[in-house]
């Protein structure tokens, strides 16, 4: 009797595809070296898996027509599957699908740990097809995807840039130590914000990205401060004065974050890290449909896996001396290594998902094989998802 196949997941990043689109719509021998891939992804019946950021990064990059001709090479592929559309099935996904079905998971369950959360998503993440009707589908997002792309070129290499820096070296502070200070007025608000401000233009002049003005980045450096000063006066309320503990109750309430899961140990890196994540939680909650945003209290961060990596690399990157762009979406494609037996990652964040694997027990039993390939050596993958 046939033995019973299984196919194996290959998560790619963008730039391995431009470098195998590259070639295979070459005149040249480098055509025949895509080809011969290609035909090795079909005998040991590999899938490549495509997610909505790999579309919306590329785009940052890329004129529309080299979007599409890029998309266009996966149909040379036998087989392939992209993230599931919670509220279009068939459609491209994106990170907010993975987590979606995570929180549904979860609930459904009503419990479990992350790996057992894994196990019931893993099923349903991915929609199956050939790579001719893949190839059409990723084509059809594009323009969708173009507007959102634009948005965040170029001020999105500041922006992405910036996220990365540890803003006034308050990461390590724990909110014990911020409650022990003494009343605060508008004033002291005003010069954080002003020490804000300089901080950040001088830190991204430091660390910024090449070609971009200084112009450009005094006025993301401005619209931090003010955005920041914005929050902290909202925090403040009516009264003439209040504590540094008052504002960090009402910016808690304000964030949605349950109180109860937080002492005098926490840090406010860590705290950053349940805002964001009860902000990503709300956007689950829209794409499911619920007549009410899930709390953390409901579904708690350590329950995700898509949330354990993603965070993972993010607070991994944001201590790294300078970030890169590209960044951004890679942590958001890292989060593929739980639901993928091979994901492939540029060297930077190999290097953070190695140290997450090295130092949290959970996350290394979630994530598969995680490679990285030098430029245009993408036929290496032959060789690394053995």
């Not at 914005?230 to 109750?249: R, V």
Request: positive net charge.
């Amino acid at each position: 009797m046939a033995s019973i196949i299984v196919p194996r997941l290959i998560a790619l990043d963008t730039s391995t595809i431009a470098d195998f689109a590259r070639d295979l719509n070459s005149p040249r021998g480098d055509r025949r070296r895509a080809e011969r891939f290609l035909a090795e992804f079909a005998a040991r019946a590999w899938v490549p898996v495509i997610s909505l950021e790999n579309i919306v990064e590329t785009l940052r990059y890329a004129e529309v027509a080299t979007v599409r001709d890029r998309l266009g090479a996966l149909a040379g592929f036998a087989q392939a599957a992209h993230v599931n559309s919670v509220r279009s099935p068939g459609s491209i996904g994106s990170i907010v699908d993975t987590l979606a079905r995570e929180v549904r998971a979860f609930l459904r369950n009503t419990g479990g740990d992350a790996l057992a959360v894994a196990r019931a998503v893993r099923g349903e993440l991915f929609a199956y097809t050939d790579g001719i009707t893949a190839a059409s589908r990723l084509r059809q997002v594009v323009e969708k995807a173009r507007p959102f792309a634009q948005h965040t070129q170029p001020a999105g290499e500041v922006v992405s840039s910036a996220q990365h820096l540890n803003i006034m070296g308050t990461d390590g502070v724990t909110l014990g130590s911020l409650c022990d200070e003494g009343p605060l007025d508008r004033a002291s608000i005003d010069r954080y914000c002003a020490k804000l401000r300089s901080h950040l233009q001088a830190t991204l002049r430091s660390r910024g990205v090449k070609g971009t003005d200084e112009g450009a980045l005094d006025a993301f450096a401005e619209r931090c401060a003010k955005d920041c000063r914005g929050k902290l006066l909202e925090a403040f309320g009516p009264d003439n004065s209040c504590t540094a503990a008052d504002m960090m109750a009402r910016l808690l309430q304000s964030g949605g974050i349950d109180a109860s899961q937080l002492s005098a140990g926490t840090t406010v890196g860590e705290l950053r890290i349940l805002w964001i994540y009860n902000r990503r939680l709300a956007e689950a909650s829209c794409v499911l449909g619920l007549p009410q945003p899930v709390t953390m209290r409901e579904v708690p961060i350590d329950k995700c896996p898509s949330q354990i990596v993603q965070n993972g690399v993010e607070s991994r990157r944001k201590s790294a001396p300078r970030a890169q762009a590209g960044d951004l979406f890679d942590a958001h494609l890292s989060t593929l290594a739980c639901y993928c037996d091979l994901t492939v990652v540029d060297k930077r964040t190999k290097e953070y998902l190695r140290q997450l694997r090295e130092h949290d027990t959970t996350a290394a039993r979630l994530m598969g094989k995680v490679v990285s390939l030098s430029s245009s050596r993408y036929t290496d993958l032959l060789r690394e998802a053995l």
